[in-house]
């Protein structure tokens, strides 16, 4: 069974914090994802990856970065926190390849709050 | 501008009856489309999809229905049960294999 595990369920960090929130998956799978949901905005990308050490900017990468050191791990920094990142962080994964359909596993997500 | 929206946000259903999800979008070179079932403090589950070659894909209670030329999704749940209570997100997935989402439509199922 495919999983995708973020490391902590629920976050509470400091304006101003460096965070860093970890995604790991055990599938082998090529590409990751980091999503946010906001309530009456749906699931928005953040950044993505297609392979180690390779990154891609998604719809609303501002204050944000990734890092892709190993396939198995995609972590999301936010460089400075915001009040205005206050959010649920999902993270996903997928097989690469266009020729058969790949759909995305979620992880369970990360409920992280800015004060 | 969303690529996929959900217009909407809220849908009330009584147990056995039908519910019916939809899903607009204006990109005409999406060629796969999701449901995705979300409940509260959990990741999405993928819950079935279709291509767009086809107009039709059943799986149990629920059927997902394509009309491309409107460009248009539906979900239906049939019968409905509580359990199903959950917010539904469409996607749509592009040439690049990145998926677009829709906002999400909360359904409630009354008992």
């Known amino acids: 069974d495919v999983k995708v595990t973020q490391s902590s369920r629920y976050l509470v960090k400091r304006t101003g914090e460096k965070v860093f929130l970890e995604c790991v998956q055990d599938?082998?799978?090529?590409?990751m994802f980091w999503y946010r949901q906001d309530p009456g905005l749906g699931l928005r990308l953040i950044y993505f990856?297609?392979?180690?050490?390779?990154?891609e900017k998604g719809d609303i990468p501002e204050g944000y970065s990734v890092s892709r050191e190993k396939k198995e791990r995609f972590s999301l920094i936010l460089e400075s926190a915001s009040t205005n990142q206050t959010s649920m962080y999902l993270c996903?994964?997928?097989?690469?390849?266009?020729?058969?359909?790949?759909?995305?596993?979620f992880g369970s997500g990360t409920r992280l709050t800015v004060v | 501008d969303q690529q996929v929206k959900q217009n909407s946000p809220s849908l009330s259903v009584q147990e056995g009856r039908i519910s019916i999800l939809n899903c607009d979008y204006t990109?005409?070179?999406?060629?796969?489309f999701l449901w995705y079932k979300k409940y509260p403090a959990e990741g999405p589950t993928f819950l079935i999809s279709i291509s767009s070659i086809k107009d039709k894909n059943e799986d149990g209670r629920f059927t997902v229905f394509l009309n491309k030329s409107a460009k248009h999704l539906s979900l239906h749940i049939v019968p409905s049960q509580p359990g199903d209570s959950a917010v539904y997100f469409c996607a749509a997935r592009d040439n690049f294999n990145k998926f677009y989402f829709g906002s999400g439509t909360k359904l409630n199922v009354k008992p």
């Open positions: 996903a994964s997928s097989l690469a390849g266009r020729g058969e359909f790949y759909g995305y596993t």
């Open positions: 990109n005409s070179m999406f060629d796969y």
């Open positions: 990856s297609y392979d180690v050490k390779m990154k």
């Open positions: 599938m082998d799978h090529e590409n």
